[in-house]
């Protein structure tokens, strides 16, 4: 196994190559995603106890199940984004039949296969450090970010969530040198 920047390692085998992108290990942000996590469970735990327990009237239980449709939608969000902090990877595999991604949370997650013949114009996106997207996508409970895409059949397909610059560069350059490797095969 190799190291490309600190998160990216891959491995070079004779028929493939298999690349793993780990999630930033910073402590704060975990544990910041966790007392948030926490703290909204616990909210949707009362709401749900006084649906359940105080006397209500129609107006008043349908406000209750209004916040509780948005705060489902919000635990589950939130929830993703501190599981993939926890457990999360890219996995990254490029053989003679095509490049294959998987983002995985503890080995679940569902796996995309692009043909490397229909695979064009990949480049690196990153945006301006001091921008606002740059700020939006560096915080913790943003899951996006991806630094490399690519077009593919009409559509635009990213990886390499919250990769840095030098980062996304030498995964860009491994990537790219290995697809046109296996297009000559």
Do not use: C
């Amino acid at each position: 196994m190799k190291f490309i920047g600190e998160r990216t390692s891959f491995v070079d085998q004779n028929k493939k190559t298999t690349i793993v992108i780990n999630p930033e290990n910073i402590f704060w942000h975990k544990g910041l995603m966790g007392a948030w996590f926490a703290m909204w469970i616990a909210i949707g735990g009362t709401m749900i106890w006084a649906f359940n327990t105080l006397k209500l009237n129609q107006q008043e239980k349908l406000i209750v199940v209004i916040f509780l449709v948005f705060w489902f939608y919000y635990a589950i969000r939130v929830g993703r984004a501190l599981f993939w902090l926890l457990w999360g990877k890219e996995l990254i595999k490029i053989d003679r039949d095509g490049l294959i991604i998987k983002r995985s949370i503890k080995g679940y997650g569902k796996s995309h296969t692009y043909f490397l013949e229909n695979i064009q114009k990949m480049r690196v996106q990153q945006p301006k450090e001091t921008s606002l997207q740059a700020a939006w996508e560096n915080s913790p409970w943003i899951q996006n970010g991806e630094r490399i895409e690519f077009d593919y059949i009409g559509k635009t397909v990213r990886f390499g969530k919250k990769l840095n610059e030098k980062d996304s560069k030498l995964l860009f350059n491994l990537v790219t040198k290995k697809i046109e490797e296996y297009l000559k095969k």
